[in-house]
């Protein structure tokens, strides 16, 4: 067997998917909790994002004398 015949079943093997083991998200019925979770994340993210840019913005003026 060559190289080439070895690679080619190896990445054929690896680039399937069953049908069997891939399922599609359900629409109806979301998993709450994780949704829950994503924008809870993603809302302390900002408010520490905002609340870090204000602190830079009060380092700011006070090392260049603005305030």
């Given at each position: 067997?060559?190289?080439s015949n070895l690679l080619?079943?190896?990445v054929s093997?690896?680039?399937r998917r069953s049908m069997f083991t891939a399922?599609?998200?359900d629409t109806v019925h979301p998993n709450w909790l994780r949704v829950g979770l994503s924008f809870g994340t993603a809302a302390l993210?900002?408010?520490l994002l905002f609340k870090q840019h204000s602190t830079d913005v009060n380092e700011y003026?006070?090392?260049n004398g603005l305030e």
């Open positions: 067997m060559t190289l080619s079943r190896t093997k690896v680039g399922s599609k998200p993210l900002w408010g003026k006070v090392r």
